[in-house]
């Protein structure tokens, strides 16, 4: 079978064809009509022949519907039939998941851990995430299950874009740890820019990405104690920020202390950008599709 494999993101879009395995991928800004640049990038891919089409988008959106309204793409704010619009224009059956459920299925599906039980995480702009338990993708009733960021991991903490407080997004999302950072004098652009400054040694920066550790080791204890899951598979640019993780270790061990916590392995990701797709992919397993 031949997928076609959309990811939508805040920023840009990336596809490719799945054929057994992913073939070349090419990517595109959102910028301008974002219908525009979807359909410019899957006409040529879609004109080789397709089975079917796949897709991860940012969230919020109806599942399975398809209705999606990513918080970054600001012409789709009110709720576009992506799903419907695809499968009108292409004529083939598709699929939509949040992106970091479907990088959840790829982890699984394609991540080599050897373990039926796996909570995936994307760290990045949000804090999302995806559940496969028992070798099977949980969707919760809307398509929502292991959205672990707006668990909280501080009920002092600041106001989360959700409208609680202290979730672990408001704290350990990208643009949250940079705002903290530069209110604490940091000149740091975003979070790659501050990723660097911590690797010169920079103090705040170094403090920053510790408090954001912090928050998602009580976090990341708290999943694993009511999922029972073997991995969480951390994906996202944040979580490639090495100083990240020291303090994300420490916090995890004081907080998971029952013996079956204690075990989970808690890694970054095996898939790198191409997470997204191959969950795009994997949504025509139907190890990963219950609607
Ligand atoms: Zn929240």
Redesign the pocket.
């Known amino acids: 079978m031949r997928t076609l494999c959309l990811d939508v993101g805040g920023t840009k879009v990336a596809a490719a064809v799945h054929d057994e395995t992913l073939g070349p991928v090419t990517r595109r800004a959102t910028a301008g009509d974002p219908w525009a640049s979807v359909t410019d990038l899957l006409d040529p891919l879609a004109a080789g022949g397709i089975d079917q089409l796949g897709v991860a988008c940012g969230g919020p959106m109806e599942w399975p519907a398809g209705v999606v309204a990513p918080l970054n793409i600001p012409a789709w704010v009110g709720g576009f039939p992506l799903r419907d619009r695809l499968a009108e224009k292409y004529g083939v059956p598709v699929r939509l998941h949040n992106d970091a459920v479907c990088v959840a299925a790829a982890e699984h599906a394609f991540g080599g851990w050897g373990v039926e039980d796996l909570l995936g995480m994307v760290v990045s702009t949000g804090v999302g995430g995806g559940l496969v338990l028992g070798g099977r993708l949980v969707d919760g009733g809307t398509g929502n299950a292991g959205h672990v ?2 668990v ?1 991991v501080d009920p002092n903490g600041p106001v ?5 407080r202290g ?4 704290i350990a999302r990208g643009p949250a740890i940079v705002d903290w950072a530069r209110s604490r004098g940091s000149k740091a652009t975003d979070g790659v820019d501050l990723g660097r400054l911590a690797a010169q040694g920079d103090s705040v920066a170094l403090q920053a990405f510790a408090r954001a550790g912090n928050a998602l080791g009580i976090g990341i204890a708290s999943a694993i104690h009511l999922l029972d899951v073997q991995v969480v598979a951390i994906g996202g640019g944040i979580s490639q920020v090495p100083s990240l993780w020291p303090t994300l270790r420490r916090t995890l061990a004081e907080h998971a202390r029952l013996s079956y916590a204690r075990e989970v392995r808690v890694e970054p990701a095996h898939l790198g950008q191409e997470a997204g797709l191959l969950g795009a992919a994997a949504l025509f397993d139907d190890r990963y599709w219950s609607a």
Do not use: A, S, Y
């Not at 989360?160 to 609680?164: A, D, E, H, T």
């Not at 979730?167 to 408001?170: A, F, I, N, P």
């Open positions: 960021g707006h909280v989360c874009p959700c409208g609680g979730c672990l997004e408001g």
